[in-house]
């Protein structure tokens, strides 16, 4: 049984908190993802070893989680080199589409929206450290003897 089976009778909420989306944009991304694979596989090759929504939902995984290749690809049963090129590929294939990218610059700048900016100041400020040399190393010996 997948993954995916195991998690689609999830309520909307449930399913929002376990990927990161909802189930109308999952199934959407998962559509994208169909038709991508098809015309992969259309050229021939070894079948995947997972359905097209876990591979989803192994991507998403590595996305929300910040987990390795190696310990998703042994939760799914592949090598990390196989889970890194399935999530590479899930990624590729939804940024090209398009159907999921944010406006451009130039579209943000001409919109009547109005942004509010919190500046933060992260300026480096030198730390004091003793003085690194022979004489402040034998007073301080000199004075932890005394």
Sequence with gaps: MSKYEQIKELKDKEFRRLTGVRHKTFDKMVEILTLAHKLKKKQGGRPNNLIVADMLLMAM???????TYFHIGQSYGLSESNAYQT???VENTLVKDGTFSL???KALLKSDMEYELI???ATETPIERP?????STIQAKNDATQ
Excluded: Q
């Excluded at 003085?131 to 004489?135: F, H, I, V």
């Design 61 to 67: 995984e590595y996305l929300r989680e910040y987990r």
């Design 87 to 89: 999530i590479k590929w």
């Design 103 to 105: 406006p451009g610059k």
């Design 119 to 121: 500046l933060i100041d």
């Design 131 to 135: 003085k690194r040399g022979r004489k």
